[in-house]
Nanobody, 114 residues
Framework: QVQLVESGGGLVQAGGSLRLSCVAS????????MRWYRQAPGKQREWVAT??????YYVDSVKGRFTISRDNVKNTMYLQMNSLKPEDTAVYYC?????????WGQGTQVTVSS
């Protein structure tokens, strides 16, 4: 049973920082690519970042501001978000795709005030 649990969201002023965490069950973190997505009100869910091995990928809108990382010992993935903007406001989800099955956490709300 794959379980993903996010935490770390909150309310922050523009220009501030937050660090999101995603605790994963078992050893999936070290075996599969892991991703962060977000969904803003009234919009489709959007891919934000991926970490696979030591390689990372980002959507253009967060490059240079967000950093994805993971700690395989703690079974935890992180998303360090700096220089936050109001348009970063969304529910953030961690994701893992295993044999064409998507697993999602429950999401954590990030609200950036202007």
């Amino acid at each position: 049973q794959v379980q993903l649990v996010e935490s770390g969201g909150g309310l922050v002023q523009a220009g501030g920082s937050l660090r999101l965490s995603c605790v994963a069950s078992g050893s999936i973190l070290s075996r599969y690519p892991m991703r962060w997505y977000r969904q803003a009100p009234g919009k489709q869910r959007e891919w934000v970042a991926t970490i696979t091995g030591s390689v990372t990928y980002y959507v253009d809108s967060v490059k240079g501001r967000f950093t994805i990382s993971r700690d395989n010992v703690k079974n935890t993935m992180y998303l360090q978000m700096n220089s936050l903007k109001p348009e970063d406001t969304a529910v953030y989800y961690c994701n893992c795709n295993i044999y064409d099955t998507n697993y999602w956490g429950q999401g954590t709300q990030v609200t950036v005030s202007s």
